[in-house]
């Protein structure tokens, strides 16, 4: 049996022990963080969950045409933070790998607007 339970915790401090999770997911969180917060909750991510736990992360994008990316920054970075450009510029595939996800899969969504990424987690369980 599946149970799926949601609760409200700090990002860089989970209320759960170490590898007690076989999956986790982040959805449009990471571009709110500035880049030291953004490596301490993915290291969380890392920490609750068990070596090969399936990660996935949805997140803002880029799309591919030069003229409707620069249109969706100005637009976008309109109400987000002022992370949002940060993490866009950031080697997410780089971070990921270095908190201890290895990245199987990236594709874009929404037109390029949003990136879907699901890895696994890698290691020996952490404490």
Known sequence: MIAVRFERADAVALPFGAGR???ACISFALHEMP???RRRALAEIVRVTKPGAQVIIVDYGLPRSRLA????VR???TYEGRHYVE????DLRGILEDAGIRVDREWSALGGVARV???HRTGSQLS
Do not use: C, K, Q, S
Request: aromatic share 10%; glycine share 16%.
């Open 21 to 23: 999770f076989d999956a």
């Open 35 to 37: 880049a030291g917060v």
């Open 69 to 72: 990316r620069g249109l969706v």
């Open 75 to 77: 637009i976008v970075r």
């Open 87 to 90: 993490f866009l510029a950031e």
């Open 117 to 119: 990424v699901t890895g």
